[in-house]
């Protein structure tokens, strides 16, 4: 099972002396110092490349970006930003990913390890040409070569090295909320789920556990006995998921501050003094996380939470988010002063109103602090990118000393390529916006390409209130998503699933409880994409090599099985969906009941009803079902049931393993190889068994061409 890509298809150019990212790992991968394969290069103290694109090429990748999973006509910049409103003239989101895929008269990849800001223009400026600005010279530009998509992506994944796997219970459903106060409140929130039956994992406490927001404190005060409370609920059957952001409050006698200060752990201003910014405390010192004894201290300082029994965190405002310095809070003043007896004109009154828009996440400031990389003070302008992505570093290699061998869960905002490694991402603060589960469909595959596989949305949309309708459509497609949480604001509307009237709330329970019987399939699907470099949400054409599968931007497919296609408007009942071969519908209301029907390839309308999720099983492959429960832990999967869509013959590779710890590493998981022929009017199953302790029964549904349905059970 375990196939590893040769790099032979990689070539690296290296310009000037570039600052080490630890994107890439792999060793031994040829230098090339002069020209760029496929593309024209416009050397000096910047880099500038062009590529003319044919015109049907298209160009996929760029992970956590706006626009299509297409990124052609757009233009992006990668420079990970604090930016709440993801409307399409946006170029930069809180990640940067700068690894791109040509599809077209060439097949090949680029990946751009500069950990400052790029430009891409891919066919905005010229409608033709692919173009990428950088900054300055000093960095490492690598070529990935391979004959179809998906080797392209096992070339790139195979040189930046293996996925983040996170416990088995984070691929359950998790509840989150910037605004449960207290303890009382959050076990409110747990008691409703149990009181509705409806499977959930996890509940995030967001900022206001702690005590004035300062990291690794807990407040007494509304979190009372925290360890005990973090064992009540944990009986309960939830885990408690605390968020940790980048600043550290500025305040004497706080142990955070005062040893960062002592130890000279955080970034320095031009008088080599802590830089001082802004966040949720006031003023905050950054940790200088591309410092490795910065990173080892604050990596360490989760074991206070994980002391209290705590296996899982998200990192926040990391990339890292500025809501003002002195310096531009001064000048904004000063100049409000300076015109406040003047008759404001358009002009004035603008450059009044912007000097105030301005002071967040503000160019300047980003210019003015340093790091000490390796005992050279480097400016964070130029490494901007690598912050949030050394925070999780510091996080995930904080665990490895702390529990060595217990998974946990982390996911953070800021990213770039390389973090991956450590943890998953969320994509930020969306809007309760139709558009925004669109968007959500279209960054999945695209942040997988780029290795990162443990991904999602807010789900029911961060931002503004939700109606239930938006809550179910999108629970309906993040039902698929490796990380599956909904959150929401302070100050909007609740929006978890018992927030609605009765029967929105049985329909969003029931989307859940789906998640859960497909857990065998997904689970094993995410694990079989991280151990043999493949990715979990692909474009219709990694698979299909028609012109219309390299168009599709609203259906996915999922792990190697099945193709989806979620519905994203509003009041929609039913959508489009082009197949690009037959292929068997379950449309799921509840998972107990199982009819299907053959669809057959080309463009269909399909009918869905606000309590419909269509799931297309492609053609000789199989679905793997199990059953819901309170949470993945009393998941009984003694028996499965498989839904296989057989012409001809079929292969499945289920894949499981202990859910907590590396031991997968060392070849200690679960394999069922389950293959199918069809012989005349019957079936012949063969399966193949190693490592398994816990599935006895495989129950078949065995459906062909014209619909016909054969029930068998193997006893394993
Ligand atoms: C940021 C995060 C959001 C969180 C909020 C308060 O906006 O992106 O998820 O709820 O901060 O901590």
Redo the contacts with the bound molecule.
Sequence with gaps: MITYAINEKVIKYRFGHPICTDAVVKAGIEIKKKGIEFFQLEEGKTIKLSYKMGDDDIVLGLGENQRGMNKRGGIYESFCS?D?LHTSDKKSLYGAHNFLIIDGVDKFGVFIDYPGKVIFDIGFTYKDYLEIFIGDNDLDIYIIKGNSLKEIVKNFLNIIGDGYVPPKWAFGYQQ?R?SYQSAIEVEKIADSFLKYDIPCDAIYL??DYMEDFKDFTISEERFPNFKDFVKKMKKKGFRLIP?I?AGVKIEKDYDVYEEGVKNNYFCLDENEKPFVAAV?PGRVHFPDFLNPNARRWFGLKYKLLIDCGIEGF?N??NEP?IFYTDRGLKKAIAHAKELENENLDIYTFFSLKDSFIKLSNNIDDYKSFYHTIDGEIVNHYKVHNLYGYNMTRAASEGFKKIAPNKRFLLFS?ASYIGMHRYSGV?T??NHSWWEHILLNIKMMPSLNICGFLYSGA?TGG?NEDANAQLVIRWSQFSLFTPLFRN?S??GTRNQEPFSFDEESKNIIKNTIKLRYALLPYIYSEYMKAIINKDIYFSPLSFEYDDEMSKRVENQLLVGDSLMISPVYEENAKGRYVYLPEDMLLWKVEDYNDRSYQVVKAGHRYLEVDFSEIPIFIRKNKMLVLGKSAKNVESIDNGELHVIAFVTDKAKYIYYDDDGKSYDYKRGIYTQIVIEIYKQHEDYYINVDSTGNDQIEKLHFDIVDINGKIVKKTVNI
């Design positions: 604090d709440p989150c910037w967001d900022i968020i952001d949720w998200w926040d405002m988010a905002r969320w930020g603060d807010d961060f959150h604001a302070m």
